[in-house]
């Protein structure tokens, strides 16, 4: 799975050897749909952490986390940011996530690139690690951006996926979900942790059911053990991965080898009314689900007839199924396919069952 650097066709569903910058630069301009970033965090920590027992804390002391200064820091940052805004399609977005060490100055470079930030999301950990010293709060959450290309951009945002991932209601900014734990951390041949900063699938299956599609590219710059890989595999998406550090390669190729991807009708989630498929009133008419002078009922009981054009005629007014129905109303607005319902089998049964049945047939 892995590949070297430079390859000149997008490599779909790899991990590529190499330095995230370089690799970028070396893909196609706008072939990317959704970035998901997991920077190093700059965490500047000086010396061990120790437990209240004096026992040593696994924190992250790795070679790629440390930066000679703010100023180097924040020159990888612009430059990495460059190089996957290049990349990104007209109409895609990046998300990066960051701790109060990083994410400031991630955030400050991201406008000053050109990205349109959308939302920052604040990732809620209901098992976060304490604070042993006892010298500040419990650092409980992370951020995410999530920001557009350009300030134009038609980002994917599947508004009605998110509201039924939180049974029925609108998804906040905040998102309450364990850190790395149990089954879900990985272990190296040694039996330890093999990435200290290993994200949890939740919070990628969220982000990717909420700003993705089926068979949309999403690109991991910092690709760590594979968590954007693993869920971009199970939902239908392609990834590409870049990863200098060949243990974690090694990990994370192990892991989505294992990886079974949904099913077609398991990947579909709710869709938007506005995103559905336009069915104009007088494609009823023209297919004989209605026939002219068939009438239509009110929630009162008004009439209205079908014409032949596909519009209404009542007592006093002729129009729309929209048209009429504010009329019958006395309102300035009406949904004329909710409003109104015909006869069918001696019952009464809305119009925007026709309506539905038509879209069925429009997604075989």
């Known amino acids: 799975m892995t590949k070297t650097k430079g390859a000149a066709a997008l490599p779909l569903n790899t991990i590529i050897d190499g330095d995230c910058i370089d690799v970028m630069n070396s893909l196609p301009e706008a072939s990317v749909d959704l970035i ?5 965090y700059n965490l500047q920590l000086k010396g061990d952490l120790h437990r209240p027992d004096n026992s040593r804390v696994d924190a992250v002391d790795d070679e790629w986390d440390q930066f000679a200064s703010f100023k180097a820091y924040d020159e990888f940052t612009r430059a990495w940011l460059k190089a996957a805004r ?4 007209p109409d895609g977005a990046i998300w990066v996530i960051g701790s109060y060490h990083n994410i400031f100055r991630v955030g400050t470079a991201l406008q000053d690139q050109g990205y349109w930030i ?3 999301v604040v990732w809620r950990k209901s098992n976060p690690m304490p604070n042993f010293r006892g010298k500040r709060f419990t650092n409980a959450h992370e951020t995410m ?3 557009g290309r350009d300030e134009a951009s038609k980002y994917t ?7 039924a991932l939180n049974e029925g209601i609108q998804m906040r900014s905040d998102w309450v979900l364990p850190i790395c734990t149990g089954h879900e951390r990985l272990k190296d041949e040694n039996g330890e942790k093999a990435h200290p900063t290993q994200k949890p699938e939740s919070l990628l299956h969220r982000v990717l059911v909420g700003a993705t599609n089926p068979g949309d590219v999403i690109l991991d710059p910092f690709f760590g053990t594979g ?9 239908g998406r392609d990834f ?3 990863e200098r550090e060949a243990a974690y390669r090694k990990v994370a190729e192990k892991r989505i080898a294992k990886v079974r991807k949904f099913d077609r009708e398991a990947l579909q989630v709710s869709a938007s009314k506005r995103a559905e498929p336009r069915v104009p009133f007088g494609q009823l008419v023209e297919r004989g689900m209605l026939r002219p002078g068939e009438e239509l009922y009110s929630p009162r009981g008004q009439v209205a007839k079908v014409r032949a054009d596909g519009t209404l005629i009542g007592n006093d007014i002729k129009g729309s199924i929209h048209q009429v129905g504010a009329h019958m109303e006395g309102a300035p607005s009406c949904n004329g396919w909710t409003y109104w319902t015909f006869k069918q089998d001696g019952k009464k049964v809305p119009i925007d069952v026709l309506r539905q049945q038509i879209r069925s047939e429009m997604a075989n």
């Open 36 to 40: 998901f970033a997991d920077p190093p």
């Open 86 to 89: 290049r990349i990104l399609k």
């Open 118 to 120: 959308l939302n920052d």
């Open 145 to 147: 951006i999530w920001a």
């Open 157 to 163: 945002f599947n508004y009605e996926a998110l509201k």
């Open 227 to 235: 968590t954007t890989g693993a869920v971009a595999k199970m939902l």
């Open 240 to 242: 590409i991965g870049i």
